[in-house]
């Protein structure tokens, strides 16, 4: 048994001592969108074709498709929606776009998940002419699910003098949207995609003493679907806008005193002189040591965007002194550098 917890505590040790050579510091990086829209499409209008009309929504019911409440609750969530997508891609940091949402136009759709046939191309060119825009976004489609699944977990409580025991019920919501969109290009009479994508949004709780209070507890489906309908919106957005995103990248802090030098510049964010502490090390006869060498010229490299010469480094640091972390940094740099190509096609 001592030789066990002896054992365990090596590997343990062992373990902190490994990660203390290491340290990670933190860098944006733009990321392609999903889609790729022309670069030449600057202004984009959005219009909501999600919402039946009065009487197919009234023939809904009637047929038993759909609850008045859902009804509703995906009337505003479809709303909420292009809130979403307009208010990301207008803050997103990009500035790849000017959006906003198209009204006046009366484009019933189905109220359910079917879509509505394609628009006339002549209509199209009408909207995108009147509104001054490049192309028009329509919301096809928008349908909410909830799902509530329940825990239950044993209580107790001091009631006056005696301990009480009781159980707790816990509901736990999850909202997913589906939602359809197409996109049209009126200068080519092109439809550049046309989609289905799935969110869900979770985090909503109610707690009571049976399983039908907690239900009861959780806030109202409109609340709930709207919520989503809006983060459903936001994340269209990085679909078809490029993004910004943090990153973490991890260097060596620990083989020579050089490298303690080299951190002390990078947290200043002085890259050429943390550059200087690492690279008359990269043809040290100390293997392990010109390795990390390379592989913090790597990251020197990409801090400074010359993605190329990074990814030398860190093949370098792999091929030439078998460093074990450049693999998994030479495929984040490869990775980097054609996201790169695919947002010289974007921007």
Not at 174 to 203: A, L, M, S
Request: charged share 25%.
């Amino acid at each position: 048994m001592k030789r066990k917890s002896f054992i365990n505590f090596v590997i343990i040790a062992l373990a902190i001592l490994s990660s203390c050579k290491t340290s990670s510091i933190y860098m944006n990086v733009m990321q392609p969108a999903q889609i790729s829209v022309p670069k030449d499409i600057k202004n984009i209008g959005f219009i909501n074709r999600s919402i039946a009309s009065k009487e197919k929504q009234v023939r809904n019911i009637v047929e038993g498709f759909l609850t008045e409440e859902g009804i509703f609750a995906d009337r505003f969530g479809s709303e909420e929606c292009l809130k979403g997508v307009v208010n990301s891609l207008s803050n997103n940091g990009v500035n790849r776009y000017q959006a906003h949402v198209v009204t006046g136009y009366q484009l019933d759709g189905t109220g359910t998940k079917q879509w509505g046939p394609m628009l006339d191309w002549s209509m199209v060119k009408k909207i995108c002419e009147a509104n001054k825009i490049d192309a028009l976004i329509i919301l096809e489609a928008f349908d909410s699910d909830n799902r509530v699944s329940i825990a239950a977990a044993e209580k107790e409580q001091k009631v006056k003098e005696s301990i009480v025991k009781f159980t707790e019920f816990t509901a736990n919501l999850e909202v997913k949207v589906e939602t359809g969109w197409r996109i049209y290009d009126p200068k080519n009479q092109k439809i550049i995609d046309q989609n289905i994508f799935i969110d869900h949004k979770g985090g909503w709780m109610g707690k009571g003493g049976s399983e039908k209070n907690a239900i009861a507890a959780l806030p109202p489906k409109i609340e709930t679907v709207k919520e989503t309908g809006y983060y459903a919106g936001s994340r269209y957005a990085s679909r078809i806008s490029p993004t910004w995103i943090s990153v973490s990248r991890m260097y060596y802090r620990k083989g020579h005193d050089d490298f303690k030098a080299g951190e002390r510049f990078i947290k200043m964010n002085e890259w050429d002189e943390a550059g200087k502490m690492f690279i008359k090390h990269t043809n040290s006869p100390n293997r392990k040591i010109a390795g990390r060498a390379c592989y913090n010229m790597a990251l020197v490299a990409e801090m400074q965007d010359k993605m190329n010469v990074a990814l030398d480094w860190a093949k370098k640091a792999y091929t030439q002194y078998g460093d074990k972390n450049a693999p998994q940094y030479v495929n984040v740099l490869e990775n980097r550098i054609a996201n790169i190509k695919k947002l010289q096609d974007q921007l």
